[in-house]
């Protein structure tokens, strides 16, 4: 159970009340001018992290974080600009102080791990900023940093329009950062790594033809989550957690001093947020560690959302599935019933019925059900789908029904074409259609420029959509899979159905014709991407030469299939596709059988060796099992790799079945040439096997 107390090592000089109340006297009252006056100091529990808070001259409040001794960031102001009422929200008077500790544990409905320890202490210093009252959170974990702003019912502030807002994270140095480019509209970019002074974000950006929609926000400005590794050895992730009722916060970066500021997206006319008070912001998050492994298993960003409101869970359930999708994109099939090659209709999606229920699968997704394919992409047409009516080759009853018998449910498509008002007006009887079909699962998309017009895909309009779909979905015991969303921030902790979403380059874009998905791709998503949540990435492409079904396709699938099994371990979601047609795996039956054994919902997970942009291995134990899976990639590299087994349970042997690139594996000249063998291995062990060029390695780890 939960403790909150107030906290013992932070209310200095004594801990009591009185020398509480001469402390924020102090802070509050006595001016040293032209000195940084200190105001409060904060520890996380076990020392590593402090926090230490300030006031300058100007009557700024910064803040500033180091990590055993180094300065990770340096001092950084805080605020807002209002539009209404018009006024600048930079000089805090502080008012009180207050402390607290708290050490609780919970356990996720679906997850990496099965309890979940959240540990910190809070410092809320209470001020008022122009005659307003905000609240200035933080809380101090041992893997980082989260703070945000409270605006508490006050008289005569009530409603408030934010123009900016002002929050900085000032680098200690020019670190190697992981980038793409900030953009209202999109997040399915390529990586950059660059040292920050060298971050150029319109170059980048103009070399992504495989984009189609972009509204640019400079040459200085990225997206979260944002990766960087200093040159003295730490580690440090920027992001948000708790998205809720407000924009996407992206980072503004002066490259002369190397600080970052908040820049939120804005709606139509350029306003950022409309607010009524009590409000909350999103945490702004700093996860730090002298390991990069240590980054990837943190639970900072989930431990900052609010816990799920549902009674009853029993409905939300981790699936693997197929789909009647990746055929159209390569060019077997397409969406709509003009043109000849309709791929949804009944006898193919029947065929993947069969394939599906034969290997144990959850779902078939289908694609191009619905009538509207005709006229869809690049438009501004308010109504393009209702997602009711199937189209007259689609038997959706006889279907359904089908699928049942074998034992899995179809999936639903909602592609909104970006109109998500038209969505919005649909959804209650979008939402019945699927519980009177017996399906439980959506995955919407938002291709295109977003309906209510001039709204982008991240602004706060669009933010509160996603929730709502969520949260409508939720009443009606529905799962949600979104495509071309907002970056995810932790909130399927608050919403347990919206399992996985997009919002990152996927697997599709090995099909796009210039930069495609390149090697190291895959090693920096962790540590960017999914830092906010599970990513529908789909994965299990095992036919790498693209031009099956279309001679003029040249692009290629720069991974071995090895690597392709790999990335079910290496990229978490409880909602894991097998991507690629019943055609190509019946040619693997024998690889393919990893994909059907692996788990999507977790006990334990341990992040063995990673490096953003070289090399990811974690180990994940399966729910209510013994089993553990391993998987393990690299980039453009080969590599060797050795992994200490010391998280198997003591005094048993396991079996060890790899699923390992050949020893002439090459993501471009030999993509699909793997080895399965077997290995007898204990808690003592090592686990070595050879990673080739763009290549990985699954291991499957059962007890004898
Ligand atoms: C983009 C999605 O990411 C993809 O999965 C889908 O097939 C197309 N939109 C069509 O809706
Ligand atoms: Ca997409």
Redesign the pocket.
């Known amino acids: 159970m939960g403790r909150k107390k107030e906290l013992a090592n932070f209310v200095y000089p004594k801990d009591n009340k009185m020398m509480k109340f001469l402390f924020c006297l102090l802070t509050a009252f006595v001016v040293f001018p032209s000195v940084a006056q200190q105001v409060a100091v904060l520890n996380s529990p076990n020392k590593g992290i402090q926090l230490s808070t300030t006031k300058n001259a100007e009557g700024q409040l910064l803040y500033q974080v180091q990590l055993k001794g180094k300065e990770i960031i340096s001092p950084s102001s805080l605020g807002f600009v209002l539009k209404k009422p018009a006024m600048e929200l930079k000089k805090f008077t502080v008012l009180g102080i207050d402390s607290s500790a708290v050490s609780t544990n919970w356990k996720p409905i679906w997850g990496e791990v099965k309890e979940i320890a959240n540990q910190y202490n809070e410092l809320v210093l209470h001020t008022s900023s122009n005659g307003i009252l905000i609240d200035l959170i933080f809380r101090v974990f041992d893997d980082g940093v989260g703070l945000r702003y409270y605006f508490p019912v006050q008289a005569n502030f009530q409603h408030f329009i934010v123009d900016q807002e002002l929050t900085q994270f000032n680098m200690s140095g020019d670190h190697t950062a992981f980038w793409i480019p900030g953009d209202y509209d999109t997040n399915?970019y390529t990586y950059n790594k660059t040292k920050l002074s060298e971050i150029d974000a319109t170059t980048a950006a103009a070399k992504e033809k495989d984009i189609a929609v972009t509204a640019l926000m400079g040459k200085n400005v990225v997206q979260t989550p944002l990766m960087m590794k200093s040159a003295n050895g730490f580690y440090l992730n920027i992001h948000e957690a708790a998205l809720m009722n407000y924009p996407a916060m992206h980072l503004r970066l002066d490259q002369t001093t190397q600080t970052f500021q908040s820049m939120l997206v804005p709606d139509a006319v350029g306003n950022k947020a409309y607010l009524q008070t009590p409000f909350s912001t999103p945490w702004r998050t700093m996860v730090m560690s002298e390991k990069a492994e240590k980054i990837l298993e943190s639970k900072l960003i989930l431990n900052l959302n609010e816990p799920a409101k549902f009674g009853d869970s029993t409905w939300i359930k981790p699936q693997k599935f197929m789909g009647m999708?990746w055929e159209?994109?390569i060019g077997k099939a397409n969406?709509p019933l003009a043109g000849g090659k309709h791929g949804a209709n009944t006898a193919n999606v029947k065929k993947y019925i069969d394939f599906a229920a034969q290997h144990g699968f959850d779902g078939v997704l289908v694609?191009g059900w619905n009538q509207g394919w005709e006229d869809w992409f690049g438009n501004w047409k308010e109504e393009v789908f209702d997602f009711v009516s199937p189209y007259p080759d689609y038997a959706i009853d006889s279907l359904t029904q089908y699928a049942q018998s074998k034992g899995l449910r179809l999936i639903m498509?909602h592609?909104t074409s970006g109109s998500a008002t038209n969505y919005e007006r649909r959804m209650d009887e979008a939402y019945q259609y699927m519980v009177s079909k017996g399906i439980n699962t959506v995955?919407t998309?938002y291709?295109g420029k977003i309906i209510p017009r001039g709204e982008h895909h991240d602004s706060q309009w669009m933010v509160n959509h996603y929730n709502r779909v969520a949260e409508k979905a939720a009443k009606y015991h529905l799962m949600v899979d979104s495509?071309?969303s907002v970056h995810p921030t932790g909130l399927h902790r608050t919403y347990p159905n919206w399992m996985a979403a997009?919002a990152a380059r996927?697997s599709?874009f090995n099909n796009a014709p210039t930069l495609g998905i390149i090697p190291d791709h895959t090693t920096i998503l962790p540590f960017t991407r999914l830092m906010g949540g599970p990513m529908?990435y789909?994965p299990g492409l095992f036919h790498m030469s693209l031009n099956q079904f279309d001679s003029t396709r040249t692009q290629k699938v720069r991974s071995t299939l090895a690597k392709q099994l790999a990335l079910y371990v290496t990229i978490h979601s409880p909602l894991q596709m097998a991507a690629d047609l019943p055609e190509n795996y019946e040619a693997h039956l024998d690889a393919f059988q990893f994909i059907k054994d692996v788990a999507v919902d977790w006990d334990d997970t341990k992040v063995l060796s990673a490096e953003p942009g070289d090399y990811v291995s974690i180990a994940c134990k399966a729910k209510n099992k013994d089993t553990w899976f391993i998987g393990s990639i690299t980039d453009e590299n080969a590599r060797n790799v050795s992994l200490p087994l010391d998280f198997l349970d003591a005094g048993t042997a396991y079996e060890a079945l790899l699923y390992r690139d050949a020893d002439d594996a090459d993501f471009e000249k030999n993509p699909e040439a793997y080895v399965i063998e077997k290995k007898l291995v204990s808690k003592s062990s090592n686990l070595t096997f050879r990673l080739q060029r763009g290549g990985g390695c699954a291991v499957v780890l059962k007890k004898l």
Do not use: A, L, N, Y
Request: hydrophobic residues 20%; negative net charge.
């Open positions: 399915e999708w159209m994109h969406w694609e498509h592609e995955k998309g291709v495509h071309e997009e996927g599709e529908d789909t």
